[in-house]
Structures are given as C-alpha cells and as structure tokens.
C-alpha cells in the first residue's frame, strides 16, 4: 500500500499527531512515526521522586579505633527522598537526613562518647544531611556511586 503524499504535524505538547496527508509509503510512516514516539519519550521524560523507605534502608560506617581496629557502626534512623529518571540513569536532586542520635556501635559507652561533643555532638547538631549533587551509574546500570556534600 502507497500514499502520494503525508505532511505529519506532531505536537510535543499533546504528544499526538495533529494532521496526516501525503507520503512514499507506509513503511516510511511507520518508521517516522516510530522514531516520533522514541523521540517523544525522550524530550518529555520526566523524572520521578522517590521516597527513601526508613525501613529498609541502612547506614553503615567504618572507622579506626586506636589506631590498629576497624569499628563498624551504623545509623538506626534515616530517610530523604530524590527525583531520579530510571530509563536515563541521570539524578536531578537527593538528599539524605540522618538522625545523629541514632549511631549504634554495639557499646553504649562509645555510643554515648560518639554522641557527645567530641564528635557527632547530637544535641546541637541532632541531624546530618547530605545533599546528593551527581551519579554515576555503573556498567551494568544496577547500582552506581553517588557524589554530593555532607
């Protein structure tokens, strides 16, 4: 099947095509409406916002004890949210909250001293927040490191 002539007018904002008249062929419609669709999904992706789940989330630490120890430690509380597009990989904003008070060593005198004003000095600073700024999605586009200020 043939057509003399298609005009095509295709509204990004509508994201429908307004008016058809005149091409070679259907095969030439079929690929350029196609393309159109690809290029519509494109342009128009919008990222979505994704809600940290408190619940299922974990914030882990190492750091060096006297010198020749490593602790582990962890963050019981924490949340925050990010606008991220999945079929791009590209992050658009994040941010993280912390509660400081939250810190768990597994000792509570260390977690007490960790608390203090040696360190985290959680009732001044009750909250850590990092604001995440970029994202580089690894080769298998399953995870990726993320980069932005504490």
């Not at 058809?20 to 350029?32: E, Q």
């Not at 196609?34 to 999904?41: G, M, N, P, R």
């Not at 974990?58 to 949210?81: K, M, P, V, W």
């Not at 203090?116 to 959680?122: A, M, T, Y």
Request: charged share 25%; no cysteine.
């Amino acid at each position: 099947m043939s057509l003399k002539t298609v005009r095509l007018v295709y509204s990004l904002l509508t994201r429908k095509i307004l008016t058809v008249s005149y091409l070679r062929d259907l095969k030439k419609f079929t690929v350029l409406l196609y393309f159109l669709t690809l290029f519509d999904a494109v342009v128009i992706a919008e990222p979505a916002t994704w809600e940290i789940d408190p619940e299922h989330f974990s914030i882990a630490f190492e750091s060096e004890h006297i010198g020749y120890q490593s602790q582990l430690g962890l963050f019981l509380e924490g949340g925050g949210e990010f606008r991220f597009d999945a079929e791009t990989f590209e992050l658009f904003s994040g941010h993280v909250e912390i509660q400081a008070s939250s810190i768990f060593t597994n000792n509570k005198d260390r977690d007490d001293h960790l608390r203090g004003r040696d360190f985290l000095n959680s009732r001044r600073h009750p909250v850590i927040f990092f604001e995440a700024r970029e994202f580089d999605p690894n080769q298998q586009r399953t995870g990726g490191e993320l980069r932005g200020e504490l």
